[in-house]
């Protein structure tokens, strides 16, 4: 499958990915955690089908120094041992934003309390950010076909 469109090279469409760059800088200099940044968008990425995301997302988490084997493990984090209770809910939060589709009421009670109970203000405000800018990114990269495979860790922070 050939990419449908290059947004990359796009005018209309650089405009849009320089001010969608600056909103994920404004997100890497939050006060969540870059792991859990990483682990987050690697797991939305993993619903979404973006093969670009979980590339990037994959290379620069094991580039910031995660390990193999919670990157392995992050599609089936329930039934792993590997995970903080804090990573655990922002996982479980990173899921049902994700497929709001799926669940009549989006993000339950029982997740929203684990996420207050593990995060302060500004990183629930930089977790929710997050997992709507990864949902919109993933989105972009599905429509055009942007295949996964040829990212390089640090390309992003290269672009912006």
Not at 6 to 14: D, G, K, R, S
Not at 97 to 105: F, M, N, S, V
Not at 112 to 121: F, I
Not at 122 to 130: E, G, M, P, R
Request: charged share 20%; glycine share 6%; aromatic share 6%.
């Amino acid at each position: 499958m050939e990419p449908r469109f290059n947004l990359f090279e796009n005018e209309f469409a650089a405009k849009f990915a320089k001010r969608f760059a600056g909103m994920a800088t404004v997100l890497e200099q939050s006060p969540l955690p870059k792991s859990t940044q990483e682990l987050v968008s690697l797991r939305a990425s993993q619903i979404n089908g973006c093969g670009w995301c979980i590339d990037m997302h994959t290379k620069e988490a094991a580039a910031a120094g995660e390990t193999a084997v919670r990157l392995h493990l992050v599609a089936a984090w329930r039934e792993s041992t590997v995970f903080t209770e804090a990573e655990q809910a922002a996982l479980a939060l990173a899921e049902e934003g994700t497929r709001l589709a799926d669940a009549h009421r989006g993000v339950s009670d029982e997740t929203w309390a684990l996420v207050r109970e593990h995060y302060d203000d500004d990183q629930i405000a930089a977790l929710i950010a997050l997992v709507a800018l990864i949902n919109a990114a993933n989105r972009l990269a599905v429509i055009v076909h942007q295949r996964g495979g040829s990212y390089e860790a640090g390309m992003m922070a290269a672009a912006h």
